[in-house]
């Protein structure tokens, strides 16, 4: 008996054991098929997150942040044990004792889950990062398997500490908060070190549920599980009773409750130079790197003076839709109801719009309420004082009709304080409607011998349109392109004094007769250069342009970077090619450094994630700064290695040229800066687009106003319209910047000359008419030649307009084609406005 018992208990033994070793023989088979082929975990040794790029002023200050997945990335030693204690104690207690995965939590789960209780994971924070970083996030054996296998490969590759940095630095918490350190700051505006216990915890509970613990509508959820993470801490060791009772009594106080500001509203609202340097340092670096290197970019704008470029250009484009007469408001309505049942500012908070504007004050959106004869009551979002919220009939005398014909019930609409005061200071006058403007326009300002943009403005506001002007929108120059041709002809061996014959022509384009004319509709016979330019007559342009060759004015325009590849067709010769007011204005200013190439940046410097810098953009060399003291009143010599893209005298040439642009020419009375200032107005046809680009001896800047459809304009020129803007902003520019005489280079004499009739006049001559003009050492400057590119004269086309007959002081001239015209024997400037495109 005893041996049959005995035989029994043994043979159960033998199966029970036979069962254990092919149990472990299955098991091992399962773990070594799928260990095959797993992802290598030592590439987290080398950990580098996707980290925000941060934008800084060159003062140091953020003024923006990029980022796919907002990211800080802090270092494990770094983190605060307070917060690591909190997300050990909510996700896997015993983290520090496991080996990668918990088997008593497995059985626990599983236990929980025979009983009928909730299903809820056993994966350890080991695990975790497996599945976050080389793993599916499936609900799978097979993954779970590869998931156990990974981890206890990891845990001897790694530390704890190590492990632990890599979870709280790559986990989800919601609101597009990646780690604990964006996460901190998204919530609570805070670092980390400055959690309190009940935020740590709150942290933690996001772990699990980051998308369903929301702090305001998930509220009681989002207590409870925080009050669970803080017992979790408690009955762990982390925290004693009194500061667990001290914390669970504490309310849930985030950002997203209003009750702290949220880290965001301390930045400068995004505008088009940040988005601009978004735009090209992807280009640079690719949207990878850019959205998630971790780079700290240092870029070059002044942020007072990109305060006063925005507002000067939204001033003049304000000024010029007013005049228009036209309401066009914004276009959007929200559902009269939410008047009535007090939801029209969740309503509007829903509609994007510009929130932006400061102009004269800040805008505020707000939606049309009550509409009667005499006034219209609005409800403004925010609350601002003062109330009541109304707008009397006398603030839209500049639209055509009353309240009822231009507004209704649930129109949403932009309105501002009008003080007595500049930009909303003094007293409060009236609430003022105000509307976005369908003009738009772009301005750009830059250091002309570093290539630093200081302030860039892509059109009236960034958040009603993103599209920038000043960058992306491809135009025709109009008469700001004529510097080109002259700087041509200049290097070709013409001089300020050379005389070109302003009288008609036409051109056989293939397509029909070209008959270009002045902006005038009048001819101006014999004329010098310098009169060419500063009264932007286009017959003279073109007959200097075929003078000196459309190629070789071609090329210039593609050497200085206005265009990658210029047709050389006459037309040209007066910006009928389109480019981009970036380019024109970089352009600029290598006439004003003496003609040498610099190169636009809006970034000085770019350090990746390690401080490391990996592009910087001043190239020059400093000759003293390795020296430890300089003498007393000296500073460290630069020497610039950049190239020359023209003759140095050429460029003080035309500098000197376009200075009279200013001073008695097609800009003369709508600049005026107290230092040197020099200047090109363009207009194209039917003032469709109006451009200003000039320049001091440290500063170049440029305008340029059109719609995004072109359509004319009425009355609208490159002086009378975008010449105001250049002045306000380099008002306030020359007073940070300085200004002062363009820099003559070495080499040359000036001659006095006639600038009516280009004759040269004695050294002693003085007057109105008397000009200095440089000249080339070397070079005896011919007088008394007149060049007429050229070209026929149309027999039909008569030199003198209609009623107007050849009188005294004329002469005859007989063109390169051997036709004799009669032409006025000294060109009178007559009453010019800024020459287009015809």
Not at 128 to 139: C, I, P, Y
Not at 475 to 488: D, I, L, N, W
Not at 733 to 751: M, N, Q
């Amino acid at each position: 008996m005893i041996r049959f018992i005995l035989g029994f208990f043994g043979s159960i033994f033998s199966w029970l054991t036979l069962a254990a070793v092919m149990g472990a023989l299955t098991l091992g088979a399962i773990f070594w098929m799928y260990s095959r082929d797993l992802p290598s975990h030592e590439q987290l040794s080398n950990y580098q997150p996707a980290t925000i790029s941060r934008i800084y002023s060159r003062q140091g200050r953020l003024i923006d942040e990029f980022a796919r997945e907002r990211r800080l990335y802090t270092p494990p030693e770094q983190i605060p044990e307070l917060v690591k204690h909190a997300f050990v104690s909510a996700e896997d207690k015993n983290f520090y004792i496991h080996n990668g995965y918990d088997m008593r939590g497995m059985v626990a789960a599983a236990l929980e889950a025979a009983r009928g209780g909730r299903l809820r994971g056993a994966s350890t924070i080991t695990q975790q990062v497996m599945k976050n970083f080389l793993l599916s996030s499936d609900r799978s054996a097979e993954r779970k398997i590869k998931e156990l296998i990974l981890a206890t490969r990891l845990e001897s590759s790694l530390d704890k500490e190590q492990i632990l940095g890599l979870y709280l630095n790559e986990i989800f918490l919601g609101q597009n908060s990646f780690g604990v350190t964006a996460a901190a700051q998204t919530y609570f505006n805070k670092t980390l070190d400055a959690l309190l216990p009940e935020e740590a915890a709150y942290l933690a509970a996001l772990a699990q549920r980051p998308g369903n613990l929301h702090p305001v509508r998930q509220h009681d959820d989002a207590v409870a599980r925080r009050d669970y993470v803080l017992r979790e801490m408690r009955e762990n060791g982390y925290i004693d009773a009194a500061t667990y009772q001290a914390a669970v009594a504490r309310p849930l106080h985030t950002v997203q409750a209003g009750d702290y500001p949220s880290f965001r509203s301390a930045l400068p609202p995004r505008d088009y130079f940040t988005d601009e340097i978004r735009r090209q340092l992807s280009r640079n670096f690719g949207e990878d790197e850019f959205f998630g290197g971790g780079l700290a970019i240092r870029a070059t704008v002044d942020p007072d003076l990109q305060v006063v470029a925005a507002q000067a250009l939204q001033g003049k484009l304000e000024e010029m839709d007013r005049g228009r007469g036209v309401w066009n408001g914004t276009g959007k309505k929200i559902e009269p109801a939410t008047l009535d049942d007090g939801t029209w500012e969740a309503a509007l908070g829903a509609l994007k719009l510009a929130r932006d504007v400061t102009l004269d004050g800040p805008w505020y959106v707000a939606v049309v309420d009550e509409i009667g004869d005499q006034r219209m009551t609005l409800k403004i979002e925010g609350a601002p004082e003062p109330q009541p919220w109304e707008v009397p009939r006398a603030d839209i005398s500049w639209i055509s009709g009353s309240f009822a014909d231009n507004f209704a019930r649930g129109d949403v609409v932009h309105v501002r304080r009008m003080t007595s005061g500049d930009n909303g200071s003094g007293d409060f006058i009236r609430w003022s409607l105000r509307q976005v403007p369908e003009i738009q326009g772009g301005f750009m300002a830059m250091d002309v011998n570093t290539g630093r943009v200081i302030a860039m403005q892509g059109g009236f506001s960034y958040q009603n349109s993103v599209f920038n002007r000043a960058t992306q929108a491809t135009r025709q120059p109009g008469s700001s392109f004529k510097p080109f041709v002259y700087a041509a002809a200049l290097d070709s061996g013409f001089s300020p004094a050379s005389i070109i014959i302003d009288a008609p022509i036409e051109i056989d384009t293939g397509a029909g007769v070209w008959r270009p004319q002045n902006y005038s509709n009048k001819f101006y016979g014999p004329t010098p250069l310098r009169t060419g330019i500063e009264q932007s007559r286009n017959v003279m342009t073109v007959r200097l342009a075929r003078e000196v060759g459309m190629d070789v004015v071609a090329r210039y325009a593609e050497r200085f970077g206005v265009y990658d590849d210029l047709d050389p067709y006459l037309a040209n010769a007066l910006g009928a090619g389109e480019t981009t007011l970036f380019r024109m204005v970089a352009a600029y200013a290598m006439f004003a450094n003496g003609g040498e190439r610099v190169e636009p940046t809006l970034v000085d410097r770019v350090q990746d994630r390690w401080g490391r810098t990996i592009y910087r953009h001043d190239t020059r060399i400093c000759d003293d700064c390795g020296t430890e003291t300089l003498p007393q009143g000296e500073s460290p010599r630069i020497t610039a290695n950049r190239e020359r893209v023209m003759d140095a005298i050429t460029a003080y040439q035309l500098t000197s040229m376009m200075q009279g642009v200013v001073q008695r020419g097609t800009a003369a009375g709508r600049v005026n800066l107290g230092v040197p200032t020099a200047g090109k107005t363009g207009t194209t046809n039917d003032s469709r687009d109006a451009w200003f680009i000039g320049f001091t001896s440290n500063v170049v800047a440029g305008c340029y106003i059109g719609f995004d459809r072109p359509e004319r304009m009425p009355g609208a020129s490159g002086g009378g319209t975008c010449g105001p803007v250049f002045q306000e902003f380099m008002t306030e520019a020359v007073k940070k910047y300085g200004g002062g005489k363009f820099k003559l280079p070495p080499g040359g004499h000036f001659i006095k000359i006639d600038r009516f009739s280009g004759a040269r006049l004695p050294d002693d001559a003085s007057g109105d008419y008397v000009v200095a003009e440089y000249f080339r050492d070397g070079e005896e400057p011919i007088f008394g030649v007149m060049f007429d590119g050229g070209f026929a004269m149309g027999a039909n086309l008569p030199l003198f307009l209609p009623g107007e007959v050849p009188g005294e002081g004329t002469t005859e001239v007989q063109t390169s084609t051997g036709d004799v015209v009669v032409i006025p024997e000294r060109a009178s400037t007559g009453t010019v406005a800024a020459g287009g495109l015809y």
